[in-house]
């Protein structure tokens, strides 16, 4: 699977961005999708994951209210939108598919076989 992430972009605090992810190869489907976001100087963290049917959705407790991950299993894409952003969104975000059912194991980066490169997000103040 090959992975593209795009949508990332400079916004003041407050406005919002959706990015999306498309993907390419194996049956999109199949995979419970993830978002994740590393900022200068620290670890890549787990932001957002959605299971395969897109009816389970599972997020870090900092951006739970302010972003929804999305899926369109038709147009083999997943979605973050982020509302209300804050300059400590500011990170390189990546998408990433795994194979992983359980949903307690889904904010861990080794649940996840495939990764896109990234798209940056940079808040304003």
């Known amino acids: 699977v090959q992975l593209q992430a795009s949508g990332g972009g400079l916004v003041q605090a407050g406005g919002s961005l959706r990015l999306s992810c498309a993907a390419s190869g194996r049956s999109f489907s199949i995979y419970t999708m993830g978002w994740f976001r590393q900022a200068p100087g620290k670890e890549r963290e787990f932001v957002a994951a959605?299971?395969?049917?897109?009816?389970?959705?599972y997020y870090t407790d900092s951006v739970k209210g302010r972003f929804t991950i999305s899926r369109d299993n038709a147009k083999n894409t997943v979605y973050l939108q982020m509302n209300s952003l804050k300059p400590e969104d500011t990170a390189n975000y990546y998408c990433a598919a795994g194979s992983s059912l359980i949903l307690s194991t889904l904010r861990y980066r080794d649940a996840y076989d495939y990764w896109g490169q990234g798209t940056q997000v940079t808040v304003s103040s």
């Open positions: 959605i299971r395969q049917s897109g009816g389970s959705t």
